[in-house]
């Protein structure tokens, strides 16, 4: 079984950073392709970022591109996402989520998620 723990979220002032974490347990992690996932109040889930299994190729949807990273640290079983450049739209509950294929994935399909964190950017 894995399971996604996320961290990070909190409120952050417009053009600010912020860092979210995930921490995820099972000895396979390595070997899971992993995304970040956000919904907003009254919109759908959306995928956000996405990272194949050895961070080798990575995807960011076009509202994020240039503002937020994925990456990963196999060693420590985490996933991140890091986020500049913060707008009060990327208001929302943040999910990490897994899967066992290995490369990118891009769709809603994960097999495991976490529990979310949210995050509140203020004008």
């Known amino acids: 079984q894995v399971q996604l723990v996320e961290s990070g979220g909190g409120l952050v002032q417009a053009g600010g950073p912020l860092r979210l974490p995930c921490a995820v347990s099972?000895?396979?992690?390595?070997?899971?392709?992993t995304g970040w996932f956000r919904q907003a109040p009254g919109k759908e889930r959306e995928l956000v970022a996405a990272?194949?299994?050895?961070?080798?190729?990575?995807y960011q949807s076009d509202s994020v591109k240039g503002r937020f990273a994925i990456s990963r640290d196999n060693a420590k079983n985490t996933v991140y996402l890091q986020m500049n450049s913060l707008r009060p739209e990327d208001t929302a509950v943040y999910y990490c989520a897994a899967d066992q294929r290995r490369t990118v994935v891009r769709g809603m399909s994960y097999d495991y998620w976490g529990q979310g964190t949210q995050v509140t950017v203020s004008s």
């Open positions: 990272i194949s299994w050895s961070g080798g190729s990575t």
């Open positions: 099972g000895r396979t992690f390595s070997s899971y392709a």
